[in-house]
């Protein structure tokens, strides 16, 4: 079993801790094990992100040191580009332009949906890792789209 690897950043470790709940919710889904890395900035969390390669990261957008749009940017930008889903979560509707200029696959505005946010994490993990297998008698699916969309909060 592989096991599903997510990066959560906030200066926060309460709000990292939100995350994690919100979060975990995916073990069940994916059927397979999640472990979390923490990160108090958005230089932290790049270091940690193109070193590990995460299936995830979700950032809090106020992570110091380099916000998540920073943090998402330099990801996006490597020489060997992070290609893991990236979340952001917002304080104002307003930063949806920052979000998607970032590279982000998906944003939430405060106060988030844990289960939008779960529901939207395992999109992006089962797109990113290619075809469903089939069960017997089956052709192979294909999982969501990993197209950025603005989530139902900034609506």
Excluded: C, N
């Excluded at 230089?43 to 990261?57: F, T, Y």
């Amino acid at each position: 079993m592989r096991g599903v690897k997510v990066l959560l950043v906030s200066p926060d470790a309460e709000a990292r801790d939100l995350f994690r709940i919100a979060v975990g919710s995916i073990e069940r889904r994916l059927g397979e094990p999640v472990s979390f890395q923490d990160a108090a900035d958005g230089e932290q969390a790049a270091r940690i992100g193109l070193r590990e390669r995460p299936d995830a990261v979700v950032a809090d957008e106020i992570a110091s040191r380099a916000g998540a749009f920073a943090m998402a940017r330099d990801l996006r930008g490597a020489v060997d580009p992070y290609r893991g889903a990236i979340v952001i979560v917002l304080e104002r509707k307003h930063d949806v332009g920052l979000a998607r200029w970032s590279g982000a696959d998906a944003w939430f505005v405060r106060p988030v949906d844990p289960f939008q946010l779960a529901d939207r994490l395992v999109e992006l993990i089962q797109a990113s890792r290619g075809p469903l297998p089939a069960q017997p008698g089956q052709r192979p699916r294909t999982p969501a789209t990993t197209q950025p969309r603005t989530q139902r909060e900034i609506a």
